[in-house]
């Protein structure tokens, strides 16, 4: 089948050194191709194609991204078009759109089960659909960084609430009102608890996609050349301009009053990530699994595309814990498609050791690290005590966590880490704060499992 689109499109039109479908960027490992997925949503016969692709054009190999984005890994020279055209050819890309750029354009962030979560204020799926269309057939917004992202959250016990977004919407229970608003704010996430942000005001569910088009076209308004994201906009213009200029924009009315200062959302629950959860309807269930370091391979691929297949109903998403998460599975088919997940190695209790640990490409993927944290963190799973988060980075551009994980051991040399703790996932000062300096793994695992750490204020060498 031919394409209008080839890998050089997207890096003609802009010189971006994010990778896409379209565009295969260089690693150490061979060439990467990310695919954005509408929602995390993969189909059975999508998770098929990239298995067949991966193996034919690429290492086998396939991560999924902190945003529920696939990365395939070690694409081979000579072999970029062909895999291009069969990614293609199952649907995926930026095709339905027309407009190579919406290959560059940020997935909205959802929560893996929208539509699904018995804890939700709104079905946020028709409206991230809505989002993304508009987002990806606006010409206009080929200007936008690759990087420039929007949250959409319907008030689910699942989701994602620590990565901070250039434009995050979050659905909020009015005392006074019955249709449902969103909360929003600039450059930040939704607030839990009180120390943080407060919203800045909310709009109607109906107004929220003719609001968030105005809100991008006042980025694009105002925004110096060198302002890629929100908070670059934010040193020069006051939220408030921003959301003024959006509101005489748009024509929508965005409602300010103290209820929505003072509205703190529900905390999440990450761990329903794992294992088996009931569905809004009360029958169906969503499972979900974690796979080592977020890492798969074409037969881990072939083995929920087959799990799909046997679920009717069954859909199949990638969540931003870099985990996956199958939908709608009738209880009679729980235990056996639990019992399959874990054959196919991926971890279904929050008791498991791979858990417990993240980690970005690494030495052997990645020129700007110091460490082989994939093969590091393997190392230390066993040893990182329970429920204790760690994530192992080979720099500090944090490629594999956009949220601060509890601990974090920065590579500063082959197998050897400074590592950093913090309480907070939206902590301001980076990783947090140092507490002991170029540990090797073994090292690091005493110090987590003493996990009354060193009652000093000042990092020691190891
Ligand atoms: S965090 Fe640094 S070392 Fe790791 S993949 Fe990203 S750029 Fe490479």
Same mark, same amino acid.
């Given at each position: ?293 977020? *890492? @798969? %391979? ?5 083995? !929920? ?5 046997? /679920?009717?109903? =069954? #859909? &199949? *998403? @990638? %969540? ?5 998460? !199958? ?5 009679? /088919?729980?235990? =056996? #498609? &639990? ?124």
């Amino acid at each position: 089948m031919s394409h209008a689109f080839h890998s050089s499109d997207a890096s003609a039109l802009r010189p971006s050194a994010c990778p896409g479908l379209l565009r295969i960027v260089p690693a150490l490992d061979g060439g990467i191709c990310r695919v954005k997925l509408a929602g995390g949503e993969l189909s059975a016969m999508q998770a098929l194609a990239i298995a067949n692709v991966i193996d034919e054009h690429a290492s086998g190999i396939v991560d999924i991204t902190n945003r529920a984005n696939l990365q395939l890994r070690g694409v081979k020279r000579g072999h970029e078009d062909a895999l291009v055209a069969a990614l293609l050819d199952a649907g995926l890309g930026p095709q339905n759109t027309g407009h190579a750029f919406a290959d560059d354009v940020r997935n909205v962030m959802t929560s893996p089960v929208a539509g699904r979560d018995a804890n939700a204020l709104f079905d946020t799926t028709v409206l991230t659909r809505d989002l993304l269309t508009l987002l990806q057939s606006d010409t206009r917004f080929a200007a936008l960084s690759p990087k420039f992202s929007l949250m959409l959250d319907g008030g689910e016990r699942l989701m994602m609430l620590d990565h901070p977004h250039d434009i995050w919407f979050s659905a909020l229970p009015h005392p006074e009102r019955s249709d449902v608003l969103f909360a929003f704010g600039l450059a930040g996430c939704p607030p839990v608890v009180a120390e943080h942000e407060s919203a800045f005001a909310a709009v109607a569910a109906s107004d929220l996609a003719t609001f968030a088009r105005a809100l991008v076209h006042t980025f694009l308004d105002l925004a110096a050349p060198d302002d890629t994201r929100m908070r670059d906009l934010l040193t020069a213009h006051s939220a408030q301009s921003i959301v003024t200029h959006a509101e005489r924009k748009s024509g929508v009315h965005v409602l300010r009053d103290a209820s929505i200062q003072h509205w703190r959302r529900e905390p999440a629950d990450a761990s329903r990530r794992l294992g088996a959860h009931r569905q809004n309807d009360g029958e169906r269930r969503h499972v979900g699994a974690q796979p080592a370091l977020g *890492r @798969m %391979t074409s037969a881990t691929l072939r083995g !929920l595309a087959e799990l799909a297949r046997g /679920n009717e109903r =069954a #859909t &199949l *998403r @990638m %969540t931003p814990w870099q985990s996956v998460l !199958l939908t709608d599975i009738d209880t009679t /088919n729980l235990d =056996a #498609t &639990l019992h399959t997940l874990e054959a196919l190695g991926l971890a279904t209790t929050a008791d498991h050791p791979l858990t417990r640990v993240i980690a970005c490409a690494g030495s052997t993927g990645c020129a700007k690290s110091h460490a082989d944290t994939k093969a590091d963190a393997l190392k230390l799973a066993a040893h990182v005590p329970d429920p204790t988060q760690v994530h192992l980075s080979g720099c500090p551009r944090s490629c594999a966590a956009a949220h601060r994980a509890p601990y974090t051991l920065l590579a500063v040399a082959d197998g050897h880490y400074d590592l950093y703790h913090t309480h907070d996932p939206r902590d301001p000062n980076g990783f947090g704060r140092c507490i002991a300096r170029g540990l090797t793994i073994d090292e690091a695992a005493d110090v987590l499992q003493a996990s009354a750490l060193p009652p000093t204020d000042e990092p020691f060498d190891a």
